[in-house]
């Protein structure tokens, strides 16, 4: 169970999850199916980029992860939309899940890149 709750991926998960439920749940918030796919597409990439490369554990891990503020910002964007933040006319729900696959294939390659660097 310890395990559990100190896994980032867990806590990715429960976190976009909680994103959809409170979707569901509370009527301001709305989160469109442009909106859902790009949370899906940034909490998918974090589960994964976090399953190749872990990196180091802790809160200072956490922190210094280029994953994670990656994550965070694609999230906060999401977040914020959903809560009725007017962005400009030209950014459209298409242009929005550009951005959100921009920043969930930046998580898997910064995972990738830490996991396969050559040894020197």
Same mark, same amino acid.
């Given at each position: 169970?310890?395990?559990?709750?100190?896994? /980032?991926?867990?806590?990715?998960?429960a976190?976009?999850?909680?994103?959809?439920l409170?979707?569901?749940f509370?009527?301001?918030?709305?989160?469109?199916?442009?909106?859902t796919?790009?949370?899906?597409?940034?909490a998918?990439?974090?589960?994964?980029g976090?399953?190749?490369?872990p990196?180091p554990?802790?809160? /200072?891990?956490?922190?210094?992860? /280029?994953?994670f503020?990656?994550?965070?910002?694609?999230?906060l964007?999401?977040?914020?939309?959903?809560?009725g933040?007017?962005?400009?006319?030209e950014?459209?729900?298409?242009f929005?899940?550009?951005?959100c696959?921009?920043?969930g294939?930046?998580?898997?390659?910064?995972?990738?890149?830490?996991k396969f660097?050559?040894?020197?």
């Amino acid at each position: 169970m310890k395990n559990l709750l100190t896994s /980032r991926k867990f806590w990715s998960l429960a976190i976009a999850l909680l994103i959809l439920l409170v979707g569901v749940f509370y009527p301001a918030f709305q989160i469109d199916e442009e909106q859902t796919i790009g949370l899906v597409i940034i909490a998918a990439m974090y589960i994964l980029g976090v399953a190749v490369d872990p990196g180091p554990g802790g809160w /200072r891990g956490v922190l210094a992860s /280029r994953k994670f503020w990656a994550a965070a910002v694609g999230l906060l964007i999401i977040f914020t939309n959903a809560f009725g933040l007017k962005l400009p006319n030209e950014i459209t729900p298409e242009f929005m899940i550009y951005v959100c696959v921009i920043i969930g294939t930046y998580i898997g390659g910064v995972a990738l890149e830490s996991k396969f660097k050559p040894a020197q």
